[in-house]
């Protein structure tokens, strides 16, 4: 939920800079902008902190915590160019825009995500686990 809102708040700050060009020049207003998607993502990074961790397997948490990581960084990396592109073709406000329609759009992938079935299945004990797998055979019958 934390992720949803804070996502839609960038969301919602990018369209409103897109729409307000007329106010790109007042230092208030890029002030205001700032404040906002920078606390919203500050907030968006901290609950995304929680929400891997509970995604992750503890016998290989570091590993796939580490992963979700790297994919975060690896998306940093690429918006940028990515960005400038779409700046340099088609001008800074519709970078805005996309950037608006493409941050609310992605709140739709969250639904696909369970935790607490991710949880159920990592944190169960081992006879509560359900693998699929055929029980073992006692040796001894």
């Known amino acids: 939920k934390a992720m949803g809102a804070t996502m839609a708040i960038v969301g919602i700050a990018?369209?409103?800079f897109a729409a307000s060009g007329g106010h790109w020049g007042h230092m208030g207003f890029l002030v205001g902008f700032t404040a906002?998607?920078?606390g919203?993502?500050?907030?968006?990074s901290?609950?995304?902190?929680?929400?891997f961790m509970t995604l992750s397997n503890p016998s290989i948490g570091a590993t796939q915590f580490a992963l979700y990581?790297?994919?975060t960084n690896l998306t940093?990396?690429?918006?940028?160019?990515v960005g400038g592109r779409i700046a340099d073709r088609f001008g800074v406000k519709t970078t805005f825009v996309?950037?608006?329609?493409?941050?609310?759009?992605m709140i739709g992938l969250l639904f696909f995500v369970d935790p607490k079935k991710a949880e159920?299945?990592?944190r169960a004990k081992p006879a509560e686990r359900v693998t699929g797998d055929v029980e073992p055979c006692d040796a001894r019958a």
């Open 14 to 16: 990018l369209a409103v």
């Open 69 to 71: 990581m790297a994919a």
């Open 40 to 44: 919203a993502f500050a907030a968006f």
């Open 120 to 122: 159920a299945r990592f």
């Open 46 to 51: 901290a609950a995304s902190l929680g929400f």
């Open 76 to 81: 940093y990396a690429w918006t940028s160019p």
């Open 36 to 38: 906002v998607v920078t």
């Open 98 to 105: 996309v950037g608006a329609v493409v941050q609310i759009a």
